[in-house]
């Protein structure tokens, strides 16, 4: 997300072409039909979150082109699976088509599918060294990451045929924000997977994707953990509406980093040198994923206080997770720190961060495991 | 040049060492490190807690070490008091050279340093003008100065992207006003004043008026985060704050009163809403602001901020039925208390301290009992996976009690006792715990409800089952029975009574363990299976007479002859067992209540949370010049017919390669004269 320094430095509204203003109009018109129909239901901050989020939506499609395509097809998914439902939840299970494709579950389940698919074949891709293979790759992240978006957008609606009291968005517990790690992290992937022209990546990248979507399998197969289930008074908040998705952009960016970093490391002690693109445009790519999780994350953690502010009566309380929070901003602070006035590059600050992954890990899902304190939505 | 002394020497390595680099990342690894202590071992327990998970010298060597509260230990804030210390001076350090950066073009570079520039090229000019090129660099959003040498060529000195430095500005300073807030609305003067003696935290559990004034802080205290638990129409104007192994006394400007506290619940029994309805006095002009708090909800009044944190019960009026275990043929008599708080209780002549714990009005349970999930094929997998509503069987049981009963040696019993009946296998049943430790889960015992849904039936039958009166004319019908059904021959009459007389003696003196006991000592081991399901067997048919006796004693109806009956005299024989362990000779039956909630309110007063936000907002800011504005400096040197173009950047990748190059070729374009 390297902000403009474009060679191109005619004013941005000079760049935009029609479909920029389409892509925008369309937002504009979707932001409006939804202020019209449920702004009595929002407070006035809920208001000012669809405003932001419709011109923040709407900057993003002008910065990446590909994002203008990507949200109208997930929404118009979405908005078929809802015409589908007629009001009654209990279609889920007999229309066809949300049985079996578009209710949030069954999307949720082929984006499950085809990040696996989209894992093995761009391994595939990279280790014969077919460029064909890497653009179906890039394909099935794409529909991956569509049928999940879909699946998402659908099962807020869903929470809702629950019950009006029940419907809320789906970032409150742990099965909905893996979800939520997946899709932006393979949208972040894509981004820089365009911007590099680099496929060999997505080996890599995919595999941390894998390994979430094997945990969003054994949660819901095992534990049911994707039932709705209601809010509970402390998440009742607007700000979880902002606060979890910044802080999964911070997650997903530094899952990228640690995978970029592993590909790196291999090209420097010479495996898979000859299939995978110079190790200092790995470094490049790292670095800009290191830095735009770090202003990420460093927004979620302020966020997170205002929010603590609100809900538990301090911006800080040394709870485990705000200090594993701390710890990790901390950790990528001290990596950007050395690489910049340091200069540090390559196979040191790739092991760090390799290593920095896992104290995100840590504070990510070993918080709610190991430790108990006010942060115990996401216990497993 | 003078030497430095020694001492400024020193001195100067110090701040040296304190403005560098490698000093702040160290800080940040020992807060870090010290962070994870403070997550790993949990924070603020009770001292008692702590003595006795790490023993007497670790629990001491821990305290020492201020690691129960690690975050407001004296040595922690040093940290970050050195932290503040360490970027301010960094900020001290670097800021002159930055400024002077910042502002300076660099025009007066050497051909030599800008040959020796990573991007930097030579090439012919046939067409130099210098009007053009400026022209093309303001085009392309670069600020400019010109130089004419001594030799009479020029240079033209272009850079932007000057924002990147004041990213560092933003960034560092954001730190300290961070720290800054943080430390103004920690405990740190708190601190001090334990420090010096001035504030002593109170360990006594003692009424809040009587607490001494070294205890206690007053409202001119500047920042403090404490809680206070209020009883629906009862008034608080203090909060109590943990520290250490005690408590300190928070006063506060104004009274709050709690009117009202409300839970609500979703479908499925999760808590759907907290919230208290409160008044707040002002202590000076009596204004009084009334106002409902809910969770993410606070209110603020007078810089303080009303937080609902948690809430319970506040002591609510209930009413008892005692039965006398002992003397089971009396009929129970009325009891009055109130929660959370003790009473004497004298019952069969022994004296007992009655301490009530908690009312709890709601009790939501999970009724269900679910396939086992291993059961499941794979098509119903499929199902549930699809399925994101499952209709939870949660119930609410109903009200509950918990309280022990102490007897005159200190000994305590705890019980748990519910009021509604609970339905259990298509019966009903009023449920009651017990347990003689707190450590132990409670034991329920089960006492089967009549056709009332009341437990005076198995009362009844209880003191008949103790009443050695009444065996003969019990063993009388059972025989009778026996005989009509065949069952057994005339010639056993006689035993057969005597064998009921007994089996009830030895069954109402001690429940099934007094019959086990005399089988284990009485009958050889390969007999004893054998002879119990005789006596299991007689008991059975008994229980059938215990009943009828009973009801025609107490003029009360008989009950039908049926399944559920049966499985009625069963279930009291089974209770009956058990309540010879209930361990004290009164059984009090929860009759009726009157809630009264309490509401847990947190108050907090942070002024350093204007200072914290500002912070954050600079940190912010800082981190997307810091980023995402690349400085970038351009020189072009004109003479002699040739351009020398250099470029040089904060930030080397490939984007300024590719940018070098379109700058390149634009100019040569230009230079060309075309």
Redesign the interface.
């Known amino acids: 997300m390297e902000l403009a320094y474009s060679f191109d430095e005619r004013p941005l509204w000079q760049r935009l072409n029609l479909a920029d203003w389409l892509f925008a109009a369309l937002l504009v018109v979707a932001a409006g039909v939804t202020y019209y129909r449920y702004g009595a239901y929002m407070d006035v901050y809920e208001q000012g979150i669809l405003a932001g989020s419709t011109v923040g939506l709407i900057a993003l499609g002008w910065f990446w082109k590909a994002w203008r395509l990507f949200l109208p097809l997930a929404g118009a998914i979405a908005l078929l699976a809802i015409q589908l439902y007629q009001g009654d939840l209990a279609r889920g299970q007999s229309a066809f088509w949300l049985r079996f494709v578009l209710s949030s579950q069954s999307a949720i389940m082929w984006m499950c599918t085809l990040f696996f698919l989209a894992t093995a074949v761009y391994w595939m891709g990279l280790l014969t060294r077919s460029a064909l293979l890497g653009r179906m790759g890039s394909g099935l992240t794409w529909s991956a990451a569509v049928l999940g978006f879909a699946g998402m957008l659908t099962r807020w609606y869903e929470s809702y045929l629950i019950g009006s009291d029940i419907g809320h968005i789906p970032v409150s517990n742990l099965y909905e924000v893996f979800v939520l790690f997946c899709l932006i992290t393979a949208l972040m992937y894509l981004y820089y997977e365009a911007k590099f022209a680099a496929r060999q990546m997505g080996a890599f990248v995919l595999l941390v994707i894998s390994a979430a979507v094997g945990f969003i399998l054994w949660y819901t197969f095992d534990r049911q953990a994707h039932e709705i289930q209601p809010l509970i008074p402390a998440l009742q908040s607007w700000w979880m509406k902002i606060h979890v998705p910044a802080n999964f952009v911070g997650y997903g960016s530094f899952s990228i980093a640690a995978m970029l970093g592993i590909a790196q490391l291999l090209v420097r002690y010479g495996w898979l040198k000859d299939k995978l693109p110079s190790a200092e445009m790995l470094d490049e790519v790292m670095y800009k994923a290191i830095a735009v999780g770090f202003l990420f994350f460093t927004i979620a953690t302020i966020l997170g206080a205002m929010w603590a502010a609100d809900a538990w009566g301090g911006y800080w309380s040394w709870d485990p997770k705000e200090t594993w929070a701390l710890i990790v901003w901390l950790n990528y602070a001290a990596w950007l720190h050395v690489r910049l006035v340091k200069g540090w590059r390559g196979t040191p600050l790739a092991w760090w961060a390799v290593i920095g992954v896992f104290v995100t890990s840590f504070a990510f899902l070993g918080v709610n495991m190991f430790l108990s304190g006010l942060h115990s939505y996401g216990t497993l | 040049m003078k030497k430095p002394s020694r001492h400024a020497s020193f001195s100067y390595s110090l701040y040296e060492l304190l403005s560098s680099?490698r000093f702040a990342?160290g800080l940040?690894?020992i807060?870090?490190i010290a962070?994870?202590i403070?997550?790993?071992l949990?924070?603020n327990e009770p001292y008692p807690n702590y003595a006795f998970e790490f023993g007497q010298f670790w629990f001491v060597a821990f305290d020492w070490l201020g690691l129960y509260d690690?975050?407001h230990s004296a040595w922690f804030l040093t940290i970050l008091a050195f932290l503040v210390i360490s970027t301010s001076l960094c900020i001290l350090r670097n800021g002159p050279g930055f400024i002077k950066d910042m502002k300076a073009f660099r025009e007066k570079a050497t051909d030599s340093s800008l040959a020796a520039m990573q991007h930097s090229e030579e090439f012919e000019a046939a067409n130099a003008s210098p009007e053009q090129l400026q022209g093309y660099l303001a085009?392309?959003?670069f600020r400019l100065r010109q130089h004419r040498r001594d030799d009479g060529t020029l240079v033209l000195a272009a850079k932007k992207g000057a924002a990147n430095k004041l990213g560092y500005f933003f960034a560092h300073i954001a730190m300290v006003v961070i720290c800054l807030g943080?430390l103004l609305?920690g405990n740190l003067p708190l601190k001090l004043g334990e420090l010096f003696g001035r504030v002593v935290p109170e360990t006594r559990d003692l009424p809040q008026s009587q607490i001494p004034e070294q205890s206690r802080l007053s409202t001119r205290n500047l920042s403090f985060?404490g809680n206070v638990t209020v009883a629906e129409n009862k008034s608080a104007d203090v909060v109590f704050i943990n520290s250490g192994n005690g408590y300190l006394v928070q006063e506060l400007p104004f009274i709050v009163t709690l009117k009202k506290f409300h839970v609500d619940y979703?479908?499925?029994g999760?808590?759907?809403?907290?919230a208290s309805d409160i008044v707040v006095t002002d202590k000076a002009t009596g204004k009084e602001t009334p106002a409902t708090v809910?969770?993410?909800?606070?209110l603020i009044v007078d810089g303080v901020?009303i937080?609902q944190?948690s809430f319970g019960d506040g002591g609510s009026p209930l009413n008892f039925k005692a039965w006398n275990l002992a003397s089971p043929e009396m009929a129970p008599a009325k009891i009055e208390g109130v929660s959370l708080s003790s009473q004497p209780l004298r019952a069969n002549g022994k004296a007992y301290q009655l301490e009530f714990g908690e009312f709890r009005q709601f009790n939501i349970e999970n009724m269900e009992r679910s396939k086992a999930?291993g059961a499941k094929s794979l098509t119903e997998?499929m199902?549930?996976?699809?399925?994101?509503?499952?209709d939870k069987n949660l119930k609410n049981v109903g009200p509950s009690i918990t309280f022990k009963l102490r007897d005159e040696q200190g000994q305590a019993r705890e019980y748990h006792h519910y009021m509604s009946p609970i339905e259990q296998d298509g019966a009903s049943y009023l449920i009651a715990g017990m347990r003689k430790t707190v450590a132990e889960p409670f034991q329920y015992l089960r006492l089967p409800l009549d056709d009332d849904l009341k437990i005076d039936t198995f009362m009844r039958l209880r003191a008949a089952l103790k009443n050695p009166a009444l065996y003969d004319e019990i063993a009388r019908r059972s025989t009778a029975k026996a005989m009509q059904g065949s069952a057994i021959s005339p010639a056993m009459r006689q035993q057969f009574e005597e064998s009921v007389k007994w089996i009830l003696a030895r069954f109402g003196e001690g429940g099934f363990s007094a019959l086990e006991q005399f089988l284990d000592q009485r009958v050889p081991a390969d007999k004893r299976q054998a002879v119990a399901q005789t006596y299991i067997k007689i008991l059975q048919g008994a229980v059938v007479d215990v009943m009828a006796v009973a009801n025609e004693r107490a003029g009360a109806k008989p009950l039908t002859q049926d399944g559920r009956h049966y499985r009625f005299l069963l279930d009291s024989l089974v209770a009956a067992s058990s309540l010879n362990d209930y361990g004290v000779p009164v059984f009090l039956q929860l009759d009726g209540f009157t809630q009264v909630q309490a509401s847990g309110l947190?108050?907090?007063r942070?002024p350093g949370?204007t200072l914290?936000?500002l912070g954050?907002l600079m940190?912010?800011i800082g981190?997307?010049l810091?980023?995402?504005?690349?400085e970038?400096r351009l020189w072009i040197r004109l003479g002699n017919g040739r351009v020398r173009l250099a470029m040089t950047s904060n930030r080397h990748?490939?984007?300024l390669d590719?940018?070098f190059r379109?700058h390149r070729d634009a100019i040569q374009q230009l230079v060309r004269g075309a």
């Open positions: 680099m990342i940040l690894t807060i870090a962070s994870v403070g997550t790993v949990k924070q690690v975050y085009a392309k959003g943080g609305d985060r979703y479908s499925n999760m808590p759907k809403l907290f809910k969770v993410n909800h606070p901020a937080y944190a999930e997998r199902h549930d996976a699809r399925e994101v509503k499952r947190q108050m907090t942070s949370k914290v936000y954050s940190l912010v981190i997307v810091m980023f995402y504005i690349r970038v990748n490939r984007d590719e940018d379109r």
